[in-house]
């Protein structure tokens, strides 16, 4: 017998407890080889179906059109900062930057060491309450790219549609809300995520990238560095995470089991709503971060009067059995992260601890 946490975790996140018992299952004897997965040559067989049918669960379960690639990375979405203008931003051109966040910002500084970038539009006024509309957005149609950050975990800020960038790719770090709703891939030129919030464990980053750009991309970047070199061999040049790789695949059949996205998006909206509407209905004894129209689904943000109140709530939460609901180190305040694999029962649970404790204290 075992008793889950109720776990609000930024990332690394709760996982599906379906997943975690496979996992555990098949952890002495996988397959029938008398190994667990961590113990498969990455060459063999059985690892490489494991591997092939992750790739195909998330090109199923996202509709990923044929001209894209599913690749495996390692270095988390910190990398991708790095990687993306080491392949796509050449000398003499610029790379559009929309600033919604910490995020964006550790994005956009390592760029900055590699090329020309600028700020197409940001939301830093205010503290990062609200997503830039399009029309705000300012590039020409020969930038690099258009970098976004879909979901600002830190903030609970996300993206509600995305632009049309014509001929500019548009480049996005979908950390943290990949596969927690339905969007059209096409829009994108490559989508980069760290696995360990809607994914899988940490260990491996799933990029999703269109073959034009990888017939583009700078040809003088080292072999680890370079998207061609996954591409080339389906992720397969050197040792992949496999043990990583392969709680994703479970993930995605889990995902997949729930219905797929279209129904893990409306469990997601009907989570999320538990919280938003507590904290609306709470005569700003709670008080939302995010701005109601740029509200994410999966980094629920908000503050009380004051920061002793936030303890008491804090360590209120702590005792009866709620993981990860501070905030940020660099924001304070409170955060629920209630990714995909966080039961609506868990929500539930913190919606009447949020009414329980305002009456006590309101
Ligand atoms: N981008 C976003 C939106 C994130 O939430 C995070 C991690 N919280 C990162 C990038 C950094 O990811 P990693 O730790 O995998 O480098």
Redesign the pocket.
Known sequence: SFKRAHNFN??PAALPLAALQKAQEELLDFNGTGMSVMELSHRSKDYEAVHNRAIGLLKELLAIPENYDVLFLQ???????AMVPLNFLPAGKKAGYVMT?S?SE??YAEAEKLGEVFVAASAKEGNYRRIPATEELKYGSDAAYLHI??????FGTQWQDFPDTGDVPMIA????DILSRPFDVSKFGLIYA?A??NLGP?GV?VVIIRHDLLDQANKKVPTMLKYGTYAKDNSLYNTPPTFSIYMVKLMLEWVKEQGGVAAIYKRNQEKAALIYETIDASNGFYVGHAQPDARSLMNVTFRLANEELEKKFLDTAKKSGFVGLNGHRSVGGCRASIYNAVPYESCAALRDLMVSFRKENG
């Open positions: 930024a990332g270095g988390g979405a910190s990398l991708q900062f966040g995020w550790k994005a950050t879909s979901n600002n975990t830190i770090d979908m950390s943290s760290g360990q919030k940490a980053t």
